[in-house]
């Protein structure tokens, strides 16, 4: 069974930074895509950044040039370094794998709280 764990959420106040890290076990397949959703209160889920196994980076419009996603795929790692945070990336994090031959998983989502 895959599962994603992630870790790094909290509170922080605008202009902050904080580093979201998630660690997938429980496969020996290559994880094709590995990402990063937030939801906050009332909105829908929205891609915040996805990194494929050769590196390549998407980030949604909220994200450029203020979070920078890493992954090293060896240790079946992601991770999501957020700066000047403002309060409108309140919500929770969640994190996405992509496993190959096995499908889409997703972590059970950490709190990201930045205050004004």
């Known amino acids: 069974q895959v599962q994603l764990v992630e870790s790094g959420g909290g509170l922080v106040q605008a202009g902050g930074s904080l580093r979201l890290s998630c660690a997938a076990s429980g496969t020996s397949f290559s994880i094709i895509v590995m990402g990063w959703y937030r939801q906050a209160p009332g909105k829908q889920r929205e891609m915040v950044a996805t990194?494929?196994?050769?590196?390549?980076?998407n980030y949604g419009d909220a994200a450029k040039g203020r979070f920078t996603i890493s992954r090293d795929n060896a240790k079946k790692t992601v991770s999501l370094q957020m700066d000047s945070l403002k309060p409108e990336d309140t919500g929770v994090y969640y994190c996405?794998?992509?496993?190959?031959?096995?499908?889409?998983?997703w972590g059970q989502g950490t709190q990201v709280t930045v205050s004004s």
């Open positions: 990194i494929s196994e050769g590196g390549n980076t």
């Open positions: 996405s794998a992509l496993v190959r031959y096995k499908g889409d998983y």
